[in-house]
Structure formats: structure tokens, C-alpha cells
């Protein structure tokens, strides 16, 4: 069989690679870092069936994740709405997650090795699976922290003027406070105190004075900045995760494209591996199921992203949100 090189250690990354080890197919993994560590994610999971999970070998890794049975989302200081999920979402930080499948891959017989890929780029057998391009210039900046000792055990999502946040309980009793928000030159702060002066600048003032004062869990904050949602067309590239699409994150639906995305690639590798399938063709069906299975979703929320970001856009969601006119629940199965 063929082996198959993965350059990337997050999410999308390392599913793949216990994905293909399921199948058998030798795999050696890249990670210029080491775990575990933090990242700017709003550690959520939604919307993934159980076989997708079975088929990657992750059921029992993400059996002892928090459940987050609804969401609530408020303008400002005013709740819009409130909805149970149809299957309870699950909330896990990166920090425990990425280790945990780190072990499980070399566990099935996978190599990860911790340095940067700087050989052949365009080999056969080379799967992208990076995460964010951080060269973009892009006019986003993403926040993220965890938080000890507040009541949260739904996903909160909170709307500002031209940024939002999402709060969510993860292990050990803490949640993850994450935010993205248009960069502003004026907003100064250091670590921590950096996301809560976004948060005064973007009117989610009440926010930041109810959480400014919970206990930080050191060294858990992280920023990035540089990057830009959408679609990346990269010919003769084949790319998983962050790496192939970046979906605005209001959405919840991130880190589950990370997963469904590796399952569907790794069935493709898996056949390339074998000799079933040319690598040309391998690249070509992954990127037509892909392109299905994730462009309702990418559509609704690039539509969808600018009005979160806007004052007339807030004002208009609040105006049907009061006359009940809100499709919750259609734009909740359009991003799953």
C-alpha cells in the first residue's frame, strides 16, 4: 500500500490520520508543534452523525465531552432567541482534544513527527491539512481564552457592532470565550485584557463586566489574526479541514467540516492507497464530495456573516427576531 504524508496536527489533520490507519493505510504525520496547546477555536462540535464518528474511530474519544443541549443568542443585552439542538452539541477544549487523538493516532500505528514538511510539495500521497493561511491580509482577528467559575452550560452567542463571541462549557468545569471581531488599531490591550477591550469596543460591555473578574486559566489565550473565510481553489492540492474552506464561525459548524471532511477524504485515500484510484482522481472526487456536502453551507453563511458584522444588520435581525420572523430553525439544518 501506499503511504500516505499528512502535513498539518489539528483537528482535520489528525482525524485523517486515525481515519486511515483504521483502513490500514500506512500514514506519517507533520506538526511543527508539540502537544498539547491552545488555539483560537470556539471548541464546539454540532451536527456530526455517529457514523461519521464510528467510521474515524472518535466515539469513544469524544464520549466524555461536555453536553451543550441548546444555544441562545443575544444582541447586545437583549436575547434574540433560544433552541434546543436536535442532537446535543459537544463542547471539548483543543488543548485536551488534540492530544487525545495525537495518541490515538500513534497508538494505531501512525508517525507523527514534529518539525516542518519542507520536501516535495506537489508528491503524490501529500495531503494539506495546515489549518488557516495566515498570509491573506485579512481584516479579521480571532481572540480566544479559557474561563473558570461562571454558571454557562449552554453556547451563548453574543452580537456586537462589527464583532461577536461565543461562550461555551468545556472539561474540568471551565468554558471557552472566543471572539471575532474587525481589527482595530485603536483597541490596545495585552493577553487577556486585549479580548476584553474588544469586547467594550464592539458594545458588549455588560459581557466583558461579567467576565472580566472569573478566574483565567493561565496560558490559555490565544490570537491570530491575517485570515479569511471561504473557498480555496488550490489545483493539484489535496486539502482538508481549514486548509480546503474556513466557514464563518457563528455558525458552530467548524470543527465539524474538520471531521466530516477527513471522513470523506479518508475513504478516497484509503482506494488511492490500494491502487484503486490515479491520485488525480482521488484529489477530483474528494473535491466534488466535498463541494456537496459543504456548499449549502459556505452560501448561507457568507450571506448570512456581513449582517452579524453590521449595525443595519443587527437592527434588522433584532426587527424580525421581534416580529417572529427569525427562520431559527431552517438557518440552523442550512449550516448542518
Known amino acids: 500500500m501506499k503511504e500516505i504524508t499528512i502535513v498539518g496536527g489539528g483537528l482535520a489533520g489528525l482525524a485523517l490520520g486515525i481515519g486511515l490507519r483504521n483502513y490500514n493505510v500506512p500514514c506519517v504525520l507533520y506538526e511543527k508543534n508539540k502537544y498539547p496547546r491552545h488555539r483560537v477555536c470556539g471548541e464546539f462540535i454540532s451536527g456530526v452523525s455517529k457514523d461519521t464518528l464510528k467510521r474515524l474511530g472518535l466515539l469513544e474519544t469524544l464520549s466524555d465531552c461536555c453536553s451543550v443541549p441548546r444555544v441562545k443568542w443575544f444582541i447586545k443585552n437583549r436575547k434574540i432567541f433560544e433552541m434546543d439542538f436536535d442532537s446535543k452539541g459537544m463542547g471539548i477544549s483543543r488543548h485536551s482534544l488534540d492530544r487525545m487523538l495525537a495518541e490515538l493516532f500513534v497508538a494505531k500505528g501512525g508517525k507523527i513527527i514534529n518539525k516542518r514538511y519542507e520536501s516535495d510539495q506537489n508528491k503524490e500521497g501529500l495531503v494539506s491539512a495546515v489549518g488557516k493561511s495566515l498570509n491573506n491580509g485579512g481584516k479579521w482577528i480571532g481572540l480566544s481564552m479559557h474561563l473558570k467559575g461562571t454558571n454557562i452550560m449552554d453556547l451563548e452567542m453574543h452580537s456586537g457592532i462589527h464583532g461577536y463571541v461565543g461562550l461555551s462549557p468545556v472539561e474540568d468545569e471551565k468554558i471557552n470565550l472566543t471572539g471575532l471581531f474587525f481589527k482595530n488599531p485603536k483597541v490596545r490591550g495585552r493577553g487577556k485584557n486585549l479580548l476584553f477591550e474588544y469586547l467594550n469596543s464592539v458594545g458588549l460591555t455588560n459581557l466583558s463586566h461579567n467576565l472580566v473578574h472569573k478566574e483565567y486559566v493561565e496560558g490559555s489565550f490565544c490570537a491570530i489574526s491575517g485570515f479569511k473565510f471561504g473557498s480555496f481553489k488550490k489545483d493539484n492540492e ?9 466557514i464563518p464561525p457563528f455558525v458552530g459548524n467548524g470543527m465539524s467540516m474538520a471531521i466530516e471532511s477527513a ?3 479518508a475513504e478516497k485515500l484509503e482506494r488511492y492507497s490500494r491502487g484503486k484510484l490515479k491520485w488525480d ?17 459556505m452560501l448561507v453563511a457568507s450571506a448570512l ?7 443595519f444588520g443587527l437592527t434588522a435581525i433584532d426587527w424580525t427576531s421581534r416580529m417572529k420572523l427569525l427562520p431559527v430553525s431552517s438557518l440552523y439544518k442550512w449550516t448542518r
Open 238 to 246: 489535496f486539502s482538508v479541514g481549514d486548509s480546503s474552506r474556513l
Open 263 to 265: 471522513d470523506i477524504a
Open 281 to 297: 482522481q482521488a484529489i477530483d472526487h474528494a473535491k466534488k464530495e466535498l463541494n456537496h456536502i459543504f456548499s449549502k453551507r
Open 305 to 311: 456573516h456581513p449582517l452579524l458584522m453590521s449595525k
